[in-house]
């Protein structure tokens, strides 16, 4: 459970029993040296996640499972020879895809100004999110300036956080360098709210998976009342579960697709949301988890009731599978077209022709559902047989890719054809992870079949659709995940 108290770990660089991130910490500190002719005072990590199961339901209020990975964005910082000064300059490993910036605080009303361009992602805004949102939460006249060095592993638009890694690290090195001492759901709250300065109206999953991961263990995240954050172990089985993700290789930036995909599901879920509190309470609910609360009478979820609410959607919503113009929207909610837009879409602006209230709600409620049963399994699963566990969370990983596909329209046919190659291949189950339209899949298998299940998949998929990929390529597409530690702060630099 969430500890309020707890803080992001603070360790010297030689405990760290991961030989790759030491090997890259190190890389790190010498091209920092060679940048800034001083060397870092510390190095900041947040790692990226895998979603094992609750897709596009964080942000309906409801709660998630999943697991940090190893890859990770790392920044190295010195503030110590800033004295004096406010700027900040950021530079990335990977010089000539990503230009340095640089910065002056522009105070603590304005702090940084960042510029959002549909259709175009700006590297360093992930940053200035991050840094942002602290100095904000801080209210400081005067921040400490800081010298950067960026390194991040977590694959771009592949649904496996590399932004809110880089949001969330940028965060924990903003805090750090200006002696603020911020907890782990302080940190984790902000990230989530200052992502949205780069055009996202992200759920808090991500965040929550990169700050307060465990290693060894999934995460049960809870939103509401309050963010919660349980650490879960998997089944113990002989032959022990393993999750591989596989890159289907269509790039999907959030940010770039935002108005059509990610930021007009959201609307959806909360048009929904509203619409079904009018009719079942004579108002409109914040959210879908607000309108489970009130069915409830109690904030605790249950399957009966995310059952009941769904048979609920079918009544109201079935007959029109096809979606709602604005105009019919506004004889349904009783507003007006400019009340909805100033309501639910002025902050994020969408595009969309018709707005799908059925799929949407549907979906969130029965995924909901399939979360406590996987989480269920999880924490019962040892007084299961093993075929009975893998065939359980199996199922229910299957059924959420199902749903993923047809209720939410965030799948692809890559990422479908990708998932019933890796069911052929002995996966038990296998789903798109993350918010979908690209990005990778999550299968479930048993350990003893791994090596035979990738090159199942890398003959039938990578093989035939990205024949020129070279070994290197194919390990960072296709490889096994554990859970991984959480952030953490990295110091004594200088003794390596």
């Excluded at 790692?47 to 990770?72: C, K, Q, W």
């Excluded at 991050?130 to 694959?155: A, F, R, S, T």
């Excluded at 055009?199 to 307060?212: E, H, K, L, V």
């Amino acid at each position: 459970m969430t500890e309020s108290n707890e803080f992001v770990p603070i360790l010297s660089l030689n405990s760290i029993d991961q030989p790759i991130l030491l090997k890259r910490c190190k890389t790190l500190i010498e091209k920092f040296k060679s940048l800034y002719n001083n060397p870092p005072d510390f190095i900041a990590r947040a790692p990226g996640r895998v979603n094992l199961i609750g897709e596009h339901i964080d942000y309906a209020g409801f709660g998630v499972l999943p697991m940090a990975i190893s890859n990770d964005v790392i920044i190295a910082v010195n503030f110590s020879n800033k004295k004096g000064y406010t700027n900040v300059i950021l530079s990335n490993i990977i010089d000539d895809k990503y230009k340095q910036k640089s910065w002056d605080f522009e105070g603590k009303d304005k702090i940084v100004e960042i510029i959002v361009e549909e259709g175009v992602s700006e590297w360093s805004n992930y940053f200035k999110c991050g840094y942002k949102g602290i100095l904000q939460h801080l209210g400081i006249e005067n921040p400490v300036g800081m010298d950067c060095l960026v390194d991040g592993i977590v694959p771009i638009g592949a649904g496996l956080s590399s932004s809110s890694s880089f949001v969330c690290c940028a965060a924990l090195a903003t805090s750090h360098a200006n002696n603020a001492k911020l907890t782990k759901k302080q940190i984790t709250e902000i990230s989530i709210e200052c992502e949205r300065f780069a055009g996202m109206n992200s759920g808090g999953m991500d965040q929550t998976a990169s700050i307060f991961s465990q290693f060894g263990h999934a995460l049960y995240v809870e939103f509401l009342p309050t963010l919660n954050a349980t650490p879960t172990k998997l089944p113990t089985t002989n032959s022990p579960i393993t999750f591989v993700v596989a890159n289907s290789l269509v790039k999907a930036d959030k940010v770039i697709t935002a108005p059509i995909h990610y930021n007009l599901r959201v609307v959806e879920t909360k048009l929904a949301a509203y619409h079904l509190g009018q009719l079942l309470f004579g108002e409109g609910c914040e959210n879908l988890k607000h309108l489970c609360d009130l069915y409830s009478k109690s904030t605790k979820v249950t399957i009966d009731n995310l059952e009941k609410l769904s048979d609920y959607v079918d009544q109201v919503y079935k007959k029109n599978q096809n979606g709602y113009t604005l105009e019919e929207l506004s004889v349904m909610l009783k507003l007006s077209s400019t009340e909805i837009y100033d309501k639910f879409i002025a902050k994020f602006p969408v595009r969309a022709e018709r707005f799908h209230l059925y799929k949407r709600s549907k979906h969130v409620f029965e995924e909901s559902c399939r979360v406590l049963k996987f989480y269920k399994v999880c924490t019962s699963g040892n007084n299961m047989d093993d075929i009975k566990v893998f065939e359980s969370l199996g199922n229910l990983m299957n059924q959420s890719h199902q749903s993923c596909k047809e209720l939410f329209d965030c799948s692809c046919d890559e990422l479908n054809d990708l998932v019933k190659i890796c069911l052929d291949g002995g996966a038990f189950g296998s789903r798109l992870t993350g918010a979908g339209w690209g990005g990778c899949t999550v299968s479930l298998i048993s350990e003893d079949n791994v090596e035979k299940f990738i090159q199942h998949v890398v003959t039938n998929y990578y093989n035939l659709k990205f024949p020129s990929l070279s070994k290197n390529e194919l390990n960072d597409a296709i490889f096994v995940t554990k859970p991984s530690n959480g952030a953490m702060i990295l110091k004594d630099l200088l003794d390596n």
